[in-house]
């Protein structure tokens, strides 16, 4: 299908390790979303990308965490030195244009991480 | 700061039954949107309506219903004639006016039984 694909599907990474989450979004959508959906709870905002430019890191929780878009297509969320609390699963949407109230933001199916 | 409120945690119903699922929102921002999505078994997010503050006007697509009210901070989603299929997690969102960033509440598990 054309929807947003997210790999790995599931990661389990050991306390201390890197790791890194990859987001193909839907062709040509200009806007790039990254969500941190902890177990029982709705998503939260990570970062915001509009083509290659990362408009909006507001939301990432510390420096352990680091998005990119280079070509603005495909973007990979890294996350360095894992901790447990990093557990979660981690969405990306994208979305045709420049604003959520208007463009309606299509999610993938996400990258659960769980970290022991 | 918005902030967006689902008091019931779960929902069981048996097929056929129609489903009300509450929303409570809180925004200092005049105009907003709000939105409803489903979280199937599967894992994505499925954009179901989206409604903006200037029309209350309350509206039926499908199975799908919704009630705005402005006055009390309200979006109610209802399904109507429940299925089987329909049992997911359902989210209620918000998104100040042209802004990117969507404000998620917590979530209703909805299960339909057969």
């Known amino acids: 299908g054309a929807g947003v694909s997210q790999s790995p599907r599931y990661k389990v990474a050991k306390r201390g390790q890197d790791v890194a989450l990859r987001c193909d979004p839907i062709?040509?959508?200009?806007?790039l979303f990254w969500y941190q959906q902890a177990l029982g709870q709705g998503p939260e905002f990570l970062t915001y990308f509009q083509n290659e430019a990362q408009l909006d890191k507001s939301g990432l929780p510390s420096d352990r965490f680091f998005a990119e878009r280079p070509e603005g297509s495909v973007s990979t969320l890294k996350i360095q030195r894992t901790q447990q609390e990093d557990s979660a699963v981690y969405l990306c949407?994208?979305?045709?244009?420049?604003?959520?109230?208007?463009?309606?933001?299509?999610f993938g199916p996400g990258t659960r991480l769980t970290v022991l | 700061a918005q902030k967006v409120t689902q008091a019931q945690t779960e929902i069981s119903v048996v097929e056929k039954e129609d489903v009300t699922l509450d929303c409570v929102y809180e925004?200092?921002?005049?105009?907003?949107?709000l939105f409803w999505y489903k979280q199937p078994p599967s894992g994505e997010l499925v954009f179901l309506i989206r409604?903006?503050?200037?029309?209350?006007q309350n509206e039926i697509s499908g199975r799908y219903s919704w009630n705005f009210q402005k006055s009390t901070s309200s979006f109610n989603f209802t399904i109507t004639a429940s299925q089987v299929v329909d049992s997911a997690v359902y989210f209620c969102a918000l998104s100040p006016y042209n802004d990117y960033k969507l404000s998620f509440g917590a979530g209703t598990t909805v299960t339909v039984r057969a």
């Open positions: 409604r903006n503050s200037f029309d209350e």
């Open positions: 062709s040509g959508h200009v806007s």
């Open positions: 949407a994208s979305s045709h244009g420049l604003a959520a109230s208007t463009d309606t933001q299509y």
């Open positions: 925004t200092r921002d005049t105009t907003y949107y």
